[in-house]
């Protein structure tokens, strides 16, 4: 497993991107804050994704979270944290991906897109 800074310089040098980052002090329980900004200027806007993350101590333990996507798409979030989690934990992207089959992100609110899924255990 790479260090999370070195992870997340890979992630944006294979994406050609070079934000600036601000890195927050980690929490007891081991969840850190980035936050990656693109300063604008008269032609572009500012963009931000921020995100929180808990870098596990195993393989497919990562957990991560978007707090904030501004000016980027989902999609490039997603390919993001795909890229992220497979530079953590070496292993190929494509087990990061969301399957291709899944519905576009408007369809989640969607009842009919979920209607094979089982009810929530209590």
Known sequence: ???LETAL???LNALGQHPDRH???PTQEGWQ???LTWPGDNTTPTRIFKFEINVGEVIGCTVACVLDRVGLSYTWGERFMAL???NIDQMPVNLYLPPGDMPPLEDVED???YA???PLED
Do not use: G, R
């Open 116 to 118: 094979d899924m089982p």
């Open 23 to 25: 890195f927050a002090e």
């Open 33 to 35: 804050t980035i936050t």
């Open 1 to 3: 497993m790479l260090p």
């Open 9 to 11: 310089l890979n992630t």
């Open 84 to 86: 992220l989690y497979s």
């Open 111 to 113: 009842p009919d897109v």
